[in-house]
């Protein structure tokens, strides 16, 4: 049961984009056809599941006080999850440059500003910070990344549908975007009332 609250809560209650507005910058620049989205989506679950693996590891047998040094070097987190996330991206990048040359070019310069994406770096920190499990933290990384799959995703929706219609101009582009993210955060926070079990 426990498990369950935490995916409920991190892809659909604190949605890393629409509740903790973490990750904004891909969300908004990358959410301009459906198949870009998506792609951009299952890219940043990747890097996510895989960072939390080694980020979890990494703090559990070297940085805690019960690891292997026998020290406390919890005050290295930020910076050495910071070295594994943009391992982990430059190989999604290469794989992605090799074998989906397509996706690759579409996703373009925000492929690698999942390095700088402060959603993977925030799940890494708040599953050291609250102590999870190997197998919480692996569900939390989950609920998190699909979250912002399923938000990029739908936005990536609603723009293709309003690019048919008739939007005043001082809200093109960006602005009725933003106005769209601020309405889909409104609906999410619709998801707060579940009360589960």
Do not use: H, W
Request: glycine content about 8%.
């Amino acid at each position: 049961m426990n498990l369950l609250m935490i995916a409920i809560s991190s892809s659909l209650i604190s949605n890393v984009v629409l509740s903790r507005f973490l990750g904004i910058c891909p969300f908004i620049g990358v959410s301009n056809k459906k198949k870009t989205a998506t792609g951009m989506g299952l890219a940043v679950v990747f890097v996510i599941f895989l960072s939390n693996l080694l980020t979890f590891t990494i703090n559990y047998f070297f940085l805690e006080e019960t690891g292997l040094f026998n020290k406390d070097l919890r005050y290295l987190q930020t910076i050495v999850f910071i070295l594994v996330i943009a391992s982990l991206v430059q190989f999604v990048e290469m794989f992605l440059k090799k074998f989906i040359k397509s996706l690759y070019d579409a996703l373009g310069v925000y492929l690698p500003l999942i390095t700088t994406n402060c959603a993977v770096l925030g799940v890494a920190l708040t599953v050291a910070q609250e102590s999870y499990s190997l197998i919480e933290g692996v569900v939390y990384s989950l609920g998190t990344s699909i979250g912002f799959l399923i938000s990029i995703v739908l936005l990536a929706s609603i723009r293709e549908k309003i690019e048919e219609n008739d939007i005043p101009e001082s809200f093109k582009g960006k602005p009725i975007v933003l106005v769209i993210a601020g309405l889909m955060s409104i609906a999410f926070f619709g998801f707060s009332g579940l009360n589960i079990g």
